[in-house]
């Protein structure tokens, strides 16, 4: 079964909008981490955050954010006014310690294509 | 500081034959993690090494596939043979122990 759900496929914007994919998971463990990772067209996976189950709070980097809420399992990553640097794939990702710690499951991505 | 460096970046080979990736994790990490990612997909864990041991290898189709991580520094990913269904992209990712991870700029891997 799959244990992280990006049910948004595809996401275009026009550049200065601001885009937010939606992050859904499943896990029956009280201590897991979550992840957002950006793959662009060069193909290489960057790291952009990583979140623990006990940490609820919202964070912000620069135009990136996420919204973690346990209560609805949902992790979503927003980006404000995007960029055309933006147009990637974006993956969301799960780590917990009943698998085996480090291993990651991913969902099936979101591509976000961001025009001028 | 160097990222995780992989080789060769494409690599085109009929069925049935046999391919090797190779991958140099950054220095110091402990663990490397080997991904298949298929067109369209997520990466799918293959492997994970810590050191010089197995972690996790339950999604490597062993009948086909091997790893090994001499020295606990650098990883070799074989397959053999190989089948058009193992076209896809071959990354390796390196951690800390439970940190995050970060991945090298993968091989892509086609089958004919």
């Known amino acids: 079964a799959q244990k992280v759900t990006q049910a948004q496929t595809e996401i275009s914007v026009v550049e200065k909008e601001d885009v937010t994919l939606d992050c859904v998971y499943e896990?029956?463990?009280?201590?897991?981490?979550l992840f957002w990772y950006k793959q662009p067209p060069s193909g290489e996976l960057v790291f952009l955050i990583r979140?623990?189950?006990?940490?609820?709070q919202n964070e912000i980097s620069g135009r990136y954010s996420w919204n973690f809420q346990k209560s609805t399992s949902s992790f979503n990553f927003t980006i404000t006014a995007s960029q055309v640097v933006d147009s990637a794939v974006y993956f969301c990702?799960?780590?917990?310690?009943?698998?085996?710690?480090?291993?990651?499951?991913f969902g099936a991505g979101t591509q976000v294509v961001v025009t001028p | 500081e160097a990222g995780v460096a992989q080789s060769p970046r494409y690599k085109i080979i009929e069925k049935r034959q046999s391919v090797a990736f190779w991958c140099n994790p950054i220095?110091?990490?402990?663990?490397l993690y080997w991904y298949q990612q298929i067109l369209g997909q997520g990466p799918k864990l293959l492997i994970q090494?810590?050191?010089?041991?197995?972690?996790?290898d339950s999604q490597l189709p062993k009948d086909r596939f091997s790893a090994e991580r001499l020295k606990g520094v650098d990883s070799t990913l074989k397959i053999q043979p190989a089948k058009l269904e193992d076209s896809a992209v071959y990354l390796c990712?390196?951690?800390?122990?439970?940190?995050?991870?970060?991945f090298g700029p993968g091989t892509r891997l086609t089958v004919t």
């Open positions: 979140r623990n189950s006990f940490d609820e």
């Open positions: 896990t029956r463990d009280t201590t897991y981490y």
């Open positions: 990712a390196s951690s800390l122990v439970e940190d995050e991870q970060y």
């Open positions: 090494f810590q050191n010089n041991g197995v972690v996790d």
């Open positions: 220095s110091g990490h402990a663990t």
């Open positions: 990702a799960l780590s917990e310690p009943t698998d085996s710690w480090g291993k990651l499951q």
